[in-house]
Each structure stands twice: as C-alpha cells, then as structure tokens.
C-alpha cells in the first residue's frame, strides 16, 4: 500500500475534480444511449430496435447508432435501480474514470516509466476529463483499451496464459463499448511476433475479441439485415478527405486537436529537447502561423470576424497546432533513440490513432484522440525524466507548474462544456413551462435538448411530414444540427437567451470551436466567453 500511496492520492485529486460535475445534463450523444437503454428496458435482446428522430425525420435506431451496446446494457443496470438519474449515472461512470487512471499507473510501471508522473500527464486533459462527465462509450471503452494492455504486458512478462485470456476478454468488451478498440488489435498482433516471432497461447488476446465480434456482426446481421460493425465503418468515411488540400487541411486541424486535447504537450516538449530541437519547433510553428495569417482561414472555417482576421482565433490555433507537433515529434524521438519493442509499439499506436482520427472517421473529434492518453502520459513522462523534471531542482519547479497550468486548462474546459450541456436543460424547462399548457410543442435538433424537451412533452419536428398545426409552435435550438428553415407561414413570437458563464467554449461556431466535430470549427474549445445560448419560439399561423 506504501508503494502506491501517491496513486491513491492521484485518485483522490481526481474524484474532487470530476465529482463536482455529477450533476451534468446529458449531451451530445448521450441521447442516443439513453434511446437505446429504453429499448434494452422493454426488450433485451433488441437493443436497437424501434425508431428515433435524430436527423429531422423518424429512422430505424439501428441505422442513427453507429455504437455498439455494451455501454447502454450498463447504464440500464444502473437504470433500473435509479431511474435516469444524472448524479447516479454520473457516479457509476466515474467507475470507468478511476479503473482507467489505475491502469494508466500499471502500464507506466510496465514500461518503465515514472508511474504517477504518467498518470497525472495523461488523465488531468481536457479529452480525458470532458468524455468522462458524459454518458457515452468513449471512457469505458478506454478503461478496457488500458486493461487489456495491462493484461497483455502481464501475459508476456510471466508467461501465464491467463493474462492473455483477460486480454482477449477485455479487448473483446471494449469492442463491444465502441468499434475504434478493434485498433488494439494489431498493436497486439505485433508486439505478440515482436516477442515470441511464432504464434502460441498469446494467439488467445486477439482470437477472443475477433471472435466475439463476429458473432456480434452475425447476430446483427439477422436481427437487423445487416452487420452493424461493418455498417459503423462504411459511415466512418462518408466525410474522408479528397484532395490534397483536403488532406493537409485535416492534418492541421487534426494537429490542433492533438494538441488542444494534451495542452501540457504545449508547455514541457519546448523544454525537454535540445536547441536544435527547439528551433526545428520554432520555424514549424512560424510556418503554420504565417500559413493561416496569409489564408485567414483553415479547412472551410473563416478566422475572420467584423472583416478583420481575428488574431486570437489565429494565435490559439497555432499554438494547439504546435502542441499536436511537439507531440510527434517525442513519439518521433523515441524511435530515434532505440529501436525497440516499446518506441516501434508506441509509434504504431500513436501513429494509428492519429491517422485514423484525422483522415478515415467521419469527422475530426477530440473523442478520436482518447485512446492516445495513455501513450502521451508514457511520452511526456519519458521527456521529463529525460530533462531532469522529476529531480529536485528548479526543473522540478518549472515541470510541476506547467502541470498545474495545464490541469486548470482541462478542468475550465470540463466546466465549459459542463455549462454548455446544462443550458439545454434549463431552456427545456422553462420554454415547456411557459408553452406546454398553451399548445402542442415541437422542436428542431437534437443532442441533451432532445432528451429534456421529449421528458417534458414536447415532439421532434419531422421535416418530411406536415405533423405541425396551425396554433402550435416550434423550438428552435439555434446551436444545434439538424435545423431546417421554416416557411412563411411560421411567425417567431419569442426568444429564449442564455449567456454562458465560462471563458472557455468547447461548441461554438462563431468562435471555430467543435470539440465533438470539426464541422463546428478547426479547435476543440477556444479560451473565450461563449456567445450567447438562443432558442426561438415559432408559432404556425393559421391559412
């Protein structure tokens, strides 16, 4: 117990930063997770049966989902003891958050880093701490990422088929949480030929997760006509890049995501190289910023606002850019030091995530970029160590508050977009207070205000149909998608606003922040006073 106190201590900071949060509203995809546990609730081995308005029109759940279920079974255990209850689902994902932070401590001891400095690196970041308040797949299907790692060193350490039977199941858990774990399984394939050059009990670790999904995509198959792993994959590349500026737009914006997911990238890597290393940086970074200066804008998204180039957009931008390059370069580096099992896996790992991430998914999303935690928190552990941050000298000093700058940057993050998701809620209640008794209510978009507006009563609008009557009113969530113009014959008769009291934005086009999707803007959140939440109210007018 002695020997892991500190990890204990790291786990209690971390329950006092997350706890805080409990209270969150669903948002985003949470929704959709929450449509699919009703289903669970009523018919268990249907999991997405039934229809959803999630795109402005009623579709069959399996073809809106692209997730698997394993994370919606759990959540209706909780369910069915607490009801849908924010706190509670809340306090049971922070399960996955503490199992995940455990195992990032395990796998730093196995590859020879210092553990507890690994662990702070990797869990105290915005994409760690902001996808673990939600109520989706993308922390739990970390935490088995991590365990079957943990196992997966176990195995080849001691020889014991029994870890590698863990590995196998945890991996095959964590595909089963979200289809991106499917990614670990080469990355065990060759540490698995790099060690023992034949195939031998290891085999187990990634026979068992193919295994099951292939049961899985069978299974769906015959209850829904086709394989949903299959499907999830075909969608993941309706918005792939096609030309080339495409590509090296995508390869900014995806740069700047890295970066603004591992802010301490921005402030240690600087530190932890030589000066040649330094001006290598130095000169990237002035190429970038003149680059997007000379553009006034990167991948469709405009720097510009009142017609001038905004040159606090453009500054965040480059300096996320250049913490995403600092990153590559260390992963670089280590390859460049030795040649051994551990850079090559972490650079097949760091390199597969981030290809992924940028060029094959649907869109660019700092969700893409969970899997890398661990790796950076090994990374930038490694560089410390490598510059002396982790002896007592003024280093120390220097490395420790750069930690600490970087940990306030990840929690004002998770607050920004803990106040974003509670606007919803909020507007939810009081526009249905002030309209429900009045009239039928319907609405427009999704995310959060779906689920709050359809507990409160009110309908999803569906743009393929003439369900609206004269005297009802519609809701329009203007920071929202799916959104469709209404005709003349809809009059807007009110106006809900709701200013955000944060200094960050995490969804905000009109200051290029799209943490859950580039489409919204080329950064994950921008240090700025959000703009205002509005909603409009719509009346249809009678002929």
């Known amino acids: 117990m002695h020997e892991h106190k500190h990890l204990i201590y790291v786990l209690i900071i971390l329950a006092l930063v997350y706890f805080p949060f409990v209270t969150k509203a669903f948002t985003i995809d949470d929704t959709l997770f ?85 662990t702070v690196l990797a869990v105290f970041t915005p994409v760690f701490l902001v996808h673990g308040t939600n109520v989706m797949s993308d922390s739990t299907m970390l935490m088995f990422w991590i365990w079957g790692l943990v196992f997966w060193m ?44 034949k195939p031998g009990i290891w085999v187990f670790a990634f026979l068992i997760p193919l295994s099951v999904l292939a049961i899985f995509e069978y299974y769906t198959y ?47 890597i600087p530190l932890t190289g030589g000066r ?74 760091f390199f597969g995530i981030f290809i992924f991430a940028c060029f094959l998914n649907w869109t660019i999303n700092a969700r893409s970029f969970i899997l890398l935690v661990p790796v950076v928190g090994i990374l930038l552990s490694n560089r410390l160590e490598e510059w002396g941050g982790n002896k007592k000298t003024i280093k120390r000093s220097i490395s420790y508050s750069m930690i600490g700058i970087a940990g306030l940057v990840s929690v004002a993050t998770v607050h920004a ?39 409160l009563g009110a309908s999803p609008m569906n743009l393929k149909g003439t369900e609206v009557q004269p005297g009802d009113f519609v809701i329009i969530p203007v920071n929202n998608t799916g959104l469709a113009l209404l005709h003349d014959r809809f009059k807007m008769i009110d106006e809900f606003n709701y200013p955000q009291g944060s200094f ?27 703009g205002k939440e509005r909603y409009l109210v719509f009346r249809k007018e009678h002929k």
Request: hydrophobic letters at 50%; proline letters at 4%; one cysteine or more.
């Open 222 to 268: 015959v209850l829904y006509g086709k394989g949903l792993f299959s499907e999830a994959f075909l969608y993941a590349n309706v918005r792939t890049p096609k030309t080339l500026v495409d590509y090296f737009d995508n390869t900014l914006i995806g740069l700047s995501f890295l970066g603004g997911c591992f802010p301490a990238a921005l402030l240690l």
């Open 417 to 455: 977009d803990f106040v974003r998701a509670g606007m919803a809620r909020t507007a939810a209640k009081e526009i249905m207070m002030k309209y429900n008794k009045i009239g039928n209510v319907w609405f427009q978009g999704h995310w959060g205000f779906q689920y709050y507006m359809e507990k």
């Open 34 to 118: 929450i449509n699919a546990v009703e289903q669970i609730l009523r018919t268990p081995f249907d999991f997405f049966g039934g229809e959803v308005n999630w795109y402005g029109f009623p579709d069959s759940h399996f073809v809106i989902n692209k997730n698997p279920p394993f994370v919606a079974y759990l959540i209706a255990a909780v369910v069915s003891v607490f009801g849908f209850n924010e706190i509670a689902l809340h306090s049971f994902f922070f399960l996955t958050v503490a199992l995940s932070a455990i195992g990032i401590y395990l796998l730093g001891r196995q590859f020879n880093t210092n553990p507890v400095l690994t």
């Open 154 to 197: 176990s195995g080849v350490r001691t020889g014991a088929s029994k870890w590698f039977f863990f590995a196998g199941l945890s991996v095959a858990f964590g595909v089963l949480t979200k289809y991106t774990c499917v990614f670990l399984l080469p990355l065990i394939v060759f540490s698995g030929l790099w060690q023992y050059r």
């Open 276 to 349: 040649l290393l330094r001006v290598v940086i130095s000169i990237i970074a002035a190429a970038v910023a003149i680059l997007v200066w000379s553009r006034g804008s990167i991948g469709g998204h405009s720097f510009m606002r009142d017609g001038a180039l905004d040159p606090g957009l453009v500054f965040q931008f480059c300096a996320f850019t250049l913490a995403g390059i600092c990153l590559v370069i260390a992963c670089l580096k280590e390859v460049y030091k030795r040649i051994d099992h551990d850079s090559v896996f972490f650079l097949l790992w």
């Open 504 to 530: 960050v934005a995490t969804m905000s086009p009109n200051v290029s922040a799209g943490f859950y999707s580039s489409i919204w803007g080329p950064m994950p959140y921008v240090v700025e006073t959000p």
